[in-house]
């Protein structure tokens, strides 16, 4: 082979000697452009970006000077430097095309553990449209090139690619587009139909219907309000059965408070029984709606039930009814402050995602309380042991035992988590 002088260092980008032959640079050349392609390192690093892209261009230019210098040698020809130049093409070609592919396989592997968030799976999916397009655009004019300069070199091959690449497309935005529809519109739309918020309500309104825009001191004032006047009321009942004596006057003088002539029955008339439809006053109330013990009983029922529905929405896996089952804005989620329904959503339809079997998830030893003054909606807090024992996806299993807390808050919609705090670990493991 003839001296190659000035080509020591090309050959040396490559990793080669200098009496390599064609295809050995050609070889050389084709791995490196895979080990320094840009999509293998992070768009984030410009740094390093910077110097990938400098040896890549070190990398080109050796393998053009070096391709160059041996072609123009006595050793090829016209045509064999022409099918070397077109076999380097199609190597380009064949090297994009298993890129795209790479990308497919990414994007498969994302939607199959549910482990990306839906920008994150819209950003592959376009990243992969806009190479699929630059690969099916390189190769219909590699193959118009071959025809042209080359109408002896097997097609067959290049073609098949065009038109995998093609279905390939097709086939992975069908799946993305379904897999979007099924994990997120859903929820999109529950979180959309969601009913605003009312407006403040006039400060003659007492109880429940308070809002948070009001004043801090405006809605204590109504409870205080409220207290007195059940206070007086209370007071009003006592004072009327106590002034109603218990057996008839017998003193036939006259009253000197109000002039009118106490009532003196005869002996000989035996009693009437009482009328029925007449008016009486007995010294206990009948239980109603306003009743404190009967409402708080009601609440109490209401809060187990909402438990009940929470924990079962778990064992179905059923993301989008478990958290429907927290508030709008959480003050606290474990360890977390001002988590949004939306995040706790998005976490539980991962973790659902990976377990492939609830084997026990047991709510016990359940306590509810009405903590006083907590805040100006209804508030209550349930305490209990929880049981779980799950299997993985990944082969392991996931079980243990803890006391937690859930603080509710009632709603228009009902009582919501605002507070999920775990209280005492007894045991944990993942093995």
Known sequence: MPTT????????????????????????????????????????????????????????????????????????????????????????????????????????????????????????????????????????????????????????????????????????????????????????EARQSTPPPREPVDATSFGHHATHNEPKDKRNLKWVVLFLLGAAGLWLIIARTSSVPSQPSTDNSTSTSSGVAAL????????????????????????????????????????????????NAFRARDAKQFANCYAIEVEQFFRKEDVSRSQIYDEYLKSFGRIDTIIVYDISDLHVEFPVGASSLPRATATYDKTWDTSQTDGKRNSGEEVERLTFEKFDDGWKIVREEELQVIRSSRQ
């Open 264 to 311: 003196q029955p005869s002996p000989s008339v035996e009693p009437q029984p009482a009328d029925p439809s007449a008016s009486t006053t007995t010294d206990e109330k009948p239980a109603t709606q306003d009743d404190p013990n009967a409402q708080e009983t009601a609440n109490e029922r209401e809060v187990r039930e909402t438990v009940e529905g929470w924990a």
């Open 5 to 188: 002088n000035g080509l020591s260092e090309d050959y040396a980008t490559l990793g080669l000697s200098d009496d390599a032959t064609l295809t050995e640079v050609k070889q050389a050349f084709r791995d490196l452009s895979m080990v320094w392609h840009p999509d293998r390192f992070s768009e984030d690093d410009t740094r390093l970006r910077k110097k990938v892209g400098e040896k890549q261009a070190q990398i080109n230019i050796a393998h053009a000077r070096i391709t160059q210098a041996l072609t123009q040698t006595p050793q090829h020809s016209a045509s064999e430097a022409k099918e070397a130049a077109l076999k380097d093409a199609v190597d380009d070609v064949t090297a994009f095309f298993a890129l795209v592919t790479v990308q497919a396989l990414n994007i498969e592997v994302l939607m199959r553990f549910c482990s990306a968030s839906r920008t994150e799976i819209e950003t592959k999916l376009k990243e992969f449209s806009a190479n699929t397009r630059e690969a099916v655009k390189r190769m219909e004019a590699l193959i118009c090139r071959i025809e042209r300069e080359l109408p002896e070199y097997p097609r067959t091959e290049l073609e098949s690619i065009l038109t995998e690449l093609s279905q390939r497309e097709s086939e992975v935005s069908k799946d993305v587009a379904e897999y979007i529809h099924i994990h997120f519109e859903p929820y999109q």
